[in-house]
């Protein structure tokens, strides 16, 4: 792989460096409109069934429009060499870290939503420097995470089309425009969808995926989950749990419809750095929990800067509207088989979506070669245990290194 000979061509299909130097007045203008929010109401209730508390809310725009400082991300993005480079007409930005050890296995990293490659900035180092991370140089890769179509720093597509079958093309060709002609694929929320996309379209090159929601869920099974029907009979006790995760979820799932349908009356996503973070922050039951004590001081998992991070990215970027359109873009189901053949490894964390059962894992995947029952962590992985997931990475792959 030879960068300034690809740079040297000019085309638009070079990789063009990236630096993010976001200008100090559109930061004072996002101050300016934190601190000029209005709240609705405070909530009727204790808990969180009716959406974000209204503390949790004020306390982020407390922190958001006084203390928190978008340079220290900006800085941490920009330690990394970044690209672009257009493929099928849209602009795709990525980082791209090497790691120091030649040998590594490289693998295309992939974010869902409301996330974006804030999420795997913690999963860098410990991939791409293993020994520093209780690993060996045998575990070592070579890393790529690009900001999906209309997310981050990528282009906003223009016309319909970018779903993921399409990302899923994407990113094959974007590894094999680094010059890999081996690599695998890792991707959790649509970022799984994506690599179970690109496992069935099994592209010459792709060894393997992982996936930390992994898609196994039984068509029949799911049904009733979203029915809100009774508990379908003859399920294991994983299989319970895992129904009655899913049934859980679809109760409070009516974002994901309203962006599936409905993405432009958004608008206010745009307008209003509270409406986007209220939004964004409400994902699951299990992770608003997590993120509202994030703002109450307790120090395990994400912190109060994680969690800002990554909503100014999608405010500086104005993504809001442009990263709903996938779910408008989507015609396949979130959690069924995909039909991948090739060799998956999956990672069920107890605090996702569903907790996979390895019965419907092995049954959605024939070829499997890892599976693993994690006692921490949630929907959010790479950002809430980058230590667990890189360790899955590195488990799951380390029979693949050259």
Known sequence: MNEDAQLAGGDRAALRPFHVNVPEAELTELRRRVNAARFPDPETVKD????????????????????????????????????????????IHFIHARSQHEDALPIIVSHGWPGSIIEQLKIIEPLTN????????????HVVIPSMPGYGFSGKPTTTGWGPERIARAWDMLMKRLGYTRYVAQGGDWGAVVVDQMGVQAPQGLLAIHTNMPGVIPPAIDAAALAGAPMPDGLSTDEQHA??????????VYYAFFMGTRPETLAGLADSPIGLAALMIDHDARSLELIARSFDGIAEGLT?????????????????????????????GFFSPKGVKIPVAASAFPDELFQAPKSWTEQAYPHLIHYNKLEKGGHFAAWEQPELLSEEVRTSFRALHS
């Open 130 to 141: 293993p020994t520093a991370h209780g690993g060996s140089a045998a575990d070592a890769f």
């Open 243 to 252: 129904y009655e995760q899913l049934a859980a979820f679809y109760k409070n």
């Open 304 to 332: 109060r800067d994680d969690v800002l991070d990554n909503i100014t990215l999608f405010w500086l970027t104005n993504t809001g509207v442009s990263a709903a359109r996938l779910y408008w873009e989507n015609t396949l």
């Open 48 to 91: 969180f069934s009716q959406g974000v508390p209204s503390a949790t809310l004020q306390k982020l725009a407390r922190y958001w429009g006084t203390e928190y400082d978008w340079r220290k991300v900006e800085a941490r993005l920009n330690a990394y060499p970044q690209f672009l480079t257009e493929i099928d007409g849209v602009d």
